[in-house]
């Protein structure tokens, strides 16, 4: 059994009051996505654990556990750049294309993709 | 929205959001997911899984040898006869508190962890403090959730895998021998499953 090297020396971080196992919807997105692309065969669960500790297991991941969904996301973009689904460049430009959709959709409007100025 | 300076600004998607609408764009059109799905996985395991599953198995597995026979030979089929099942394929071992032995799980390799009885794991047993320290000094870990454990007694480490899952049962407290599985699933934490709790005396 080797754990991992780091954290041996601090203390546990405090149990959330909140039962909610997502501090964010971001975070539940992006879990159920890993989910649901294992249920569609995408990859092994195995495979899985092994990109998300590697990510886990990098240097300045955060004694807390406040970043491990962040973790998660780039464990997945590892993953579906592996399987030759998207770039990250791809995923950057089409980030980059919702947040300028975003600000282009006025309050109370559902934010569409179409929405991007530089696309539409 | 809280803020009451926010009705005349735009909207803006903070970054993780955007980068997670990107991911689900790309893959549902590649038609590798299908966006309800995706709403249905959340909503399970917001609000359908939980402790609360865990804590039936223990409570039958207290009230029936049978029951409890069975879980400790094939813990994935005990657990599915209560209509609980995991979705990642994985297996069940269920880990036994005895007087000498107080069983411990942990996840030193990223975040496994019993979803179909337990939910999702909460932030501290994801933390590096935990996944370092539960193996290398599981007294002292067990000290700070409140719990000391006399000297004789040992503690059995297991460190979880994506393939093979632990739920620890819990000894059973004393003064319960009336209770029914309801009222025994009552003193049942999430915590003392995952071995860091024990259960709780009756009222």
């Known amino acids: 059994m080797s754990g991992p090297d780091r954290g041996a020396d601090r203390p546990l971080p405090p149990e959330i009051a909140d039962p909610s196992p997502f501090a964010e919807p971001w975070q539940a997105q992006a879990f159920a996505l890993v989910v649901g692309l294992h249920e569609r065969g995408l990859f092994e669960w195995g495979e899985w654990a092994q990109a998300l500790s590697a990510e886990l297991k990098r240097p300045g991941v955060a004694d807390d556990g406040s970043d491990y969904y962040a973790c998660w996301l780039r464990a997945l973009e590892t993953l579906i750049g592996e399987k030759q689904i998207a770039e990250g460049a791809d995923i950057d430009a089409l980030a980059e294309s919702w947040s300028r959709a975003a600000h282009a959709t006025p309050h109370g409007k559902p934010i569409l993709l179409e929405n991007d100025p530089l696309t539409s | ?6 009705h005349d600004h735009d909207n803006e998607l903070d970054p993780m959001t955007a ?3 990107a991911l689900e764009t790309i893959l549902s059109e590649k038609g590798l997911i299908d966006p309800a799905a995706i709403d249905a996985i959340v909503d399970t395991y917001q609000n359908r899984v939980g402790p609360q599953n865990g804590a039936r198995v223990v409570a039958r597995a207290w009230s029936d040898t049978e029951f409890a026979d069975w879980l400790a030979r094939d813990a994935t089929a005990a657990i599915a006869s209560l209509g609980f099942t995991g979705r990642q394929g994985e297996h069940m071992h269920a880990v036994f508190n005895t007087p000498q032995t107080h069983n411990l799980v942990v996840c030193t390799l990223c975040s496994c962890y019993p979803w179909s009885v337990l939910g999702l794991p909460p932030v501290w047993y994801k933390s590096p403090p ?8 599981p007294r002292g870990v ?3 959730f409140g719990v ?7 503690i059995r480490v297991w460190d979880s895998t ?3 899952r632990y739920l620890v049962v819990p000894m059973r407290p004393a003064g319960t021998d009336g209770l029914d599985e309801d009222a025994l699933a009552a003193l049942v934490s999430r915590d003392s499953m995952i071995g860091t709790g024990l259960a709780e005396a009756p009222e």
């Open chain 2, 1 to 6: 929205m809280t803020n009451s300076h926010d």
């Open chain 2, 19 to 21: 980068r997670v609408r």
């Open chain 2, 130 to 137: 935990y996944r370092s320290r539960a193996v290398m000094d």
């Open chain 2, 142 to 144: 067990l000290e700070e």
């Open chain 2, 148 to 154: 000391r454990l006399d000297k004789d007694v040992n």
């Open chain 2, 162 to 164: 994506a393939e093979l």
